[in-house]
């Protein structure tokens, strides 16, 4: 018998087994709950009876939006995410059905090139060669410029440089440090954009046309960072009203594309590593996206799905670890594939000098220097996160008058022996009623 098994038998023969065993069970099987020590009790308003009263240890869900930290919140927050998501497009939570009808596309903005790395490429119905180039041709470092190789999806060697002397590490590095404040950029251009084909000034767009959007951030294999976004066009006051005829789905569509090669950002630190003007990928995949049921390809739902897919993912999507790096001793023994760790040493290697200090490059090594946020919008885009959990909450509360009051504060994560093998039951058998 097991270590886990007698801990569970153990407090099996203990009072308040069945209470205990609810509260793990109603986590949903969340992998590393917070722990609450405190008192709480549940009254009712109307006569202040004392329904129920709780001493001791509260556990709570941990709310993690990754999946590879904990299966059962991330798939809570990817629903969500799927559901703020879709309002926008079809409207619900609010969200008036209108919306519907407004020009929206849905827009992936990549990283550029620093240098080219192994790829997977598909042509008929097959797969091609990676970089077809004659044997013969190296470069500078005596390294092959091309690969004839057919990669699979499995195959290690994708997201590779083909020679890592010639890949340019600091650029990526800063690139990705610097994507958060690209895309904002890429938004106030988008802006002027519209405005200069509508033949506007920028108050008097401001004053007809609101713009909205909702992205998320994906670790492409190369380590580096692209956008999934869905853009849409409103009237002034947002998705209840109207845009003027002008503004059309073509419009936004060119616009987007036209905005997004115009963005420019000079990074910090030329002086150290060379003068880097960052900017995104050559080309912008711009798609317009039909209504939901509508018999076209991208439909509002497929691209709910798509980015809420996205939304729970991480750095270790890219290969490299989920937690932070505090000491470089940690890069040695870390089990990143070799182009991952060159990342994280580079940021390692720049956030330690003064020049970079602004940009917390060691602080974010274990995300290959993004320090953004994954999933973001605009105001006036749809509902928020806290109003769907908000009224999640209320949903279960429904029907009961009661009120909780108590005091609580933090005393550590995770599951004891017992409760880890409960959890890992609910897990595997489905029971429970999800992450609250």
Same mark, same amino acid.
């Given at each position: 018998?097991?270590?886990?098994?007698?801990?569970?038998?153990?407090?099996?023969?203990?009072?308040?087994?069945?209470?205990?065993?609810?509260?793990?069970?109603?986590?949903?099987?969340?992998?590393?709950?917070?722990?609450?020590?405190?008192?709480?009790?549940?009254?009712?308003?109307?006569?202040?009876?004392?329904? @129920?009263?709780? #001493? /001791? &240890? *509260? =556990?709570?869900?941990?709310?993690?939006?990754?999946?590879?930290? $904990? !299966?059962?919140?991330?798939?809570?927050?990817?629903?969500?995410?799927?559901?703020?998501?879709?309002?926008?497009?079809?409207?619900?939570?609010?969200?008036?059905?209108?919306?519907?009808?407004?020009?929206?596309?849905?827009?992936?903005?990549?990283?550029?090139?620093?240098?080219?790395?192994?790829?997977? @490429?598909?042509? #008929? /119905? &097959? *797969? =091609?060669?990676?970089?077809?180039?004659?044997?013969?041709?190296? $470069? !500078?470092?005596?390294?092959?410029?091309?690969?004839?190789?057919?990669?699979?999806?499995?195959?290690?060697?994708?997201?590779?440089?083909?020679?890592?002397?010639?890949?340019?590490?600091?650029?990526?590095?800063?690139?990705?440090?610097?994507?958060?404040?690209?895309?904002?950029?890429?938004?106030?251009?988008?802006?002027?954009?519209?405005?200069?084909?509508?033949?506007?000034?920028?108050?008097?767009?401001?004053?007809?046309?609101?713009?909205?959007?909702?992205?998320?951030?994906?670790?492409?294999?190369?380590?580096?960072?692209?956008?999934?976004?869905?853009?849409?066009?409103?009237?002034?006051?947002?998705?209840?009203?109207?845009?003027?005829?002008?503004?059309?789905?073509?419009?936004?569509?060119?616009?987007?594309?036209?905005?997004?090669?115009?963005?420019?950002?000079?990074?910090?630190?030329?002086?150290?590593?060379?003068?880097?003007?960052?900017?995104?990928?050559?080309?912008?995949?711009?798609?317009?996206?039909?209504?939901?049921?509508?018999?076209?390809?991208?439909?509002?739902?497929?691209?709910?799905?798509?980015?809420?897919?996205?939304?729970?993912?991480?750095?270790?999507?890219?290969?490299?670890?989920?937690?932070?790096?505090?000491?470089?001793?940690?890069?040695?023994?870390?089990?990143?594939?070799?182009?991952?760790?060159?990342?994280?040493?580079?940021?390692?290697?720049?956030?330690?000098?003064?020049?970079?200090?602004?940009?917390?490059?060691?602080?974010?090594?274990?995300?290959?220097?993004?320090?953004?946020?994954?999933?973001?919008?605009?105001?006036?885009?749809?509902?928020?996160?806290?109003?769907?959990?908000?009224?999640?909450?209320?949903?279960?509360?429904?029907?009961?008058?009661?009120?909780?009051?108590?005091?609580?504060?933090?005393?550590?994560?995770?599951?004891?022996?017992?409760?880890?093998?409960?959890?890992?039951?609910?897990?595997?058998?489905?029971?429970?009623?999800?992450?609250?």
């Amino acid at each position: 018998m097991n270590d886990s098994l007698t801990a569970l038998l153990e407090r099996a023969a203990q009072p308040g087994f069945e209470n205990w065993r609810r509260g793990i069970v109603r986590l949903g099987g969340c992998t590393n709950p917070v722990n609450l020590t405190g008192h709480g009790t549940t009254v009712d308003p109307a006569t202040g009876e004392v329904l @129920r009263s709780l #001493n /001791g &240890r *509260l =556990l709570v869900a941990c709310g993690n939006r990754r999946a590879v930290v $904990c !299966p059962t919140c991330a798939r809570v927050y990817r629903g969500d995410t799927y559901h703020l998501i879709r309002a926008g497009l079809v409207g619900g939570k609010e969200v008036t059905e209108e919306v519907g009808g407004h020009p929206r596309v849905f827009a992936t903005l990549t990283a550029p090139g620093f240098g080219p790395v192994h790829t997977r @490429r598909e042509g #008929n /119905g &097959r *797969l =091609l060669a990676c970089r077809p180039r004659p044997a013969k041709d190296r $470069c !500078p470092h005596g390294e092959p410029v091309g690969c004839h190789a057919r990669h699979t999806e499995n195959d290690a060697r994708l997201g590779e440089p083909l020679c890592p002397h010639c890949y340019d590490y600091a650029g990526a590095v800063l690139w990705q440090a610097y994507a958060g404040a690209l895309w904002h950029r890429f938004t106030l251009e988008l802006r002027r954009e519209l405005a200069r084909r509508a033949g506007l000034s920028r108050s008097a767009f401001a004053e007809r046309v609101r713009l909205s959007y909702a992205k998320v951030a994906e670790y492409q294999r190369r380590g580096l960072i692209h956008f999934h976004a869905v853009i849409r066009l409103d009237g002034p006051d947002g998705p209840s009203t109207t845009p003027p005829t002008w503004a059309t789905t073509e419009l936004l569509a060119d616009a987007v594309r036209s905005a997004a090669q115009r963005v420019r950002l000079r990074a910090i630190g030329a002086e150290v590593v060379g003068r880097r003007v960052l900017r995104f990928g050559a080309q912008a995949d711009v798609r317009p996206i039909a209504a939901f049921g509508a018999d076209e390809r991208l439909t509002s739902s497929a691209v709910a799905g798509y980015i809420a897919k996205y939304a729970t993912k991480g750095a270790e999507a890219a290969g490299a670890t989920s937690g932070r790096i505090h000491h470089a001793s940690e890069l040695v023994a870390l089990p990143l594939r070799r182009h991952v760790l060159r990342m994280a040493g580079a940021c390692w290697w720049l956030g330690g000098l003064p020049e970079f200090e602004p940009l917390g490059l060691r602080r974010w090594a274990h995300m290959l220097g993004y320090r953004g946020h994954f999933t973001t919008k605009s105001r006036r885009y749809s509902t928020t996160l806290t109003a769907l959990r908000t009224a999640r909450a209320t949903h279960r509360a429904s029907g009961t008058d009661m009120v909780t009051v108590g005091q609580w504060r933090y005393a550590g994560r995770g599951y004891d022996l017992a409760g880890a093998l409960i959890a890992a039951s609910v897990r595997a058998e489905g029971d429970g009623h999800g992450a609250g």
